[in-house]
C-alpha cells in the first residue's frame, strides 16, 4: 500500500476512535435520569413540538363545527 | 500477482485517478449522510420517549363531549381509587396558551408540590440553595424556548396571564429547566396546581385528566373495559397505545426517507453502471489494457471487485461519521425541525448518541450491494470481450 493512503485510512480510524469516544462516553445516565425526573415532576410525556397550533383555522369535513387540534393524540386524548 | 503488488497497483490506482473516485465518494458519502442523519434522529427521539414513558402512569382517563375533551371531574379518582387493582391515581391539570402577539402557544402545567414525590424531584431539576422561595408567592419554572420568548418580547423576570374570566394574573420567573429536558420541556411553564387551574379556567373539583398505575399488565385489557363501563362519556388511553402512536409516527417520518433514499440509490446506480459500459468510456479502455497486458478475467473482476469496495467503504464511514457529527454534536440543524417542527417557540435540542448497528448495517447493505452490482456487470461484460476490442 502506498503511503497516502495508508495515511487516509489512519485518518478514518482516527476519526472512527473519536466518534466512538463520543459514543461511549456520553453521560446517559444523566441524561435519562434528568429527562425521567422531569416526566416525573410533570406526568407528561409528548415532545415538546414546536407546532402551530392554530395552524388549521377552520374544519374542512364540517366548516360550521370548529378545528379539531391536530397533534391531539400525542396529549394523550 | 502477489497481494502486496496487488494492494500497491490497487492503491496506486486509487490516488493516482482520485479526481474520478472523489466525485463518486462525495455523492455516496452525501446519500448514506442524509439517510443515517434521518434514522439517527428518529432512532435518538424515539429512545428519550421510551425513556419517559418508562416512568409514566399506565393509564389516563379523561371525559370527552362530542369528540373533544373537556374537564374531567375529580370525584371520578375516588371511583378509580375503589376500583381493585388501581394504585396512584393523580389529576393533571395541563393546557396550552397562546401568547397574543404572534399567536406562540406555552405548554402549563400544574403540579402538586405538597406531594413528597413532586418536591424530591424538583429538588433534582432545579440545583438552587433557596428551594422554599419556590413556593413563596406565585412562582413558575419555565422551559428554556418559554425564556427566551419571553425575554425577546421584554418579560424578563414576570409575565401577565390572562385568566378566563378577563383578569390579569401576574407570576414570577423563578428558574429556568434544564437544557437536557429541551425535547419535552422547551414549551413548558410548571406552576403550583392551584395557579395552572386559575389560569387555565379549571375549578378546583376539576382536572384535565386523571392518571393511575395498574401493575398487572395482564389486567390491563379488562381494566379498559371496566373503565369504559363506568361512564359513557369517560375515555381511556393506556401506555401501549401511547407507545404504538410514537413508533407509528416516527417509522413513518423515517420510512418517507428510506423511500426518497432509495429512488435516489437507484438513480446513482443508474449513473455508475452506464458510465462503465459506455463504448468510449476510460474505464473501458482501462480494462482492454489490463487484459491485454495478461490479465485474467478473473484478475480484473478481482481488481475491480476490491477497488470498488474500497470506494463504498470510504464513503459509507465517512457519510455515517459526517451524519453523527451533525446529529449528534451539532444538533442536526434545520432537518431536526422535519421531526420537532419549527413554527412555534424556537427548540434547541441535543440529541441522545443512538446507534442501531442492525439499521446501520442494512443501510451498508442497501447500498452497497446495487452500487457493487452496477459496477462488477459492466466491467464483467467488457472484461469478457476482446481487449482490442474495449480498448477501441
Known sequence: ???????????????????????????????????????????????????????????????????????DFLYER | MNANAFWHFLTLQLVKERNKHFSIILISMMIVFLLSSVLFISSSIRFSLEETLKVQPDFVVSRTQGGTA??????????????????????????????????????????????????KNLQVLITSTDIKAFFEGNQMLVGQGVKEYLNAHFYKDAYNFVTPKGKFQKVTMFKTLPSQTNLLANDMIVLPIDLARK????????????????????????????????????????????????????????????????????????????????????????????????????????????ETIVVVSVSYILGVLLAYLYVFVLGAPILREIFLGGQNLHNVVSF??????????????????????????????????????AML
Do not use: C
Open chain 2, 199 to 306: 389560569i387555565l379556567g379549571y375549578t378546583d373539583e376539576e382536572a384535565t385528566d386523571i392518571l393511575f398505575n395498574v401493575p398487572n399488565t395482564d389486567e390491563w385489557e379488562l381494566m379498559t373495559d371496566k373503565l369504559s363501563a363506568l361512564h359513557y362519556d369517560l375515555h381511556v388511553v393506556n401506555k401501549k397505545e401511547v407507545q404504538k402512536s410514537y413508533a407509528n409516527l416516527y417509522n413513518y417520518k423515517g420510512g418517507v426517507f428510506l423511500i426518497l433514499f432509495l429512488i435516489l440509490l437507484a438513480t446513482f446506480a443508474l449513473i455508475l453502471y452506464q458510465r462503465y459500459s459506455m463504448v468510449y468510456s476510460s474505464e473501458r479502455r482501462h480494462i482492454g489494457l489490463l487484459r491485454a497486458l495478461g490479465w485474467s478475467i478473473n484478475a480484473v473482476l478481482k481488481f475491480k471487485f476490491t
Open chain 1, 1 to 71: 500500500m502506498i503511503k497516502p493512503f495508508v495515511s487516509f485510512i489512519l485518518f478514518l480510524i482516527l476519526m472512527v476512535f473519536l466518534m466512538g469516544s463520543h459514543y461511549l462516553l456520553f453521560p446517559y445516565e444523566k441524561n435519562s435520569h434528568t429527562i425521567q425526573t422531569m416526566a416525573k415532576l410533570t406526568n407528561l410525556s409528548p415532545l415538546s413540538l414546536s407546532v402551530a397550533y392554530d395552524e388549521s383555522s377552520f374544519n374542512a369535513t364540517y366548516p360550521e363545527m370548529p378545528a379539531f387540534g391536530r397533534m
Open chain 2, 352 to 389: 441522545v448518541p443512538v446507534l442501531d448497528f442492525s439499521v446501520l448495517s442494512s443501510i451498508f447493505l442497501i447500498y452497497a450491494l446495487p452500487f457493487i452490482a452496477s459496477v462488477l456487470i459492466p466491467v464483467w461484460k467488457v472484461s469478457v470481450t476482446d481487449p482490442k476490442e
Open chain 2, 70 to 119: 373537556i374537564p374531567t371531574p375529580m370525584e371520578w379518582s375516588d371511583e378509580l381509587l375503589e376500583i381493585y387493582g388501581v394504585s396512584h391515581v393523580t389529576p393533571r391539570v395541563y393546557g396550552r396558551y397562546f401568547f397574543e402577539p404572534k399567536a406562540k402557544s406555552f405548554l402549563l402545567v400544574g403540579v402538586d408540590f405538597m406531594e413528597e414525590q413532586s418536591h
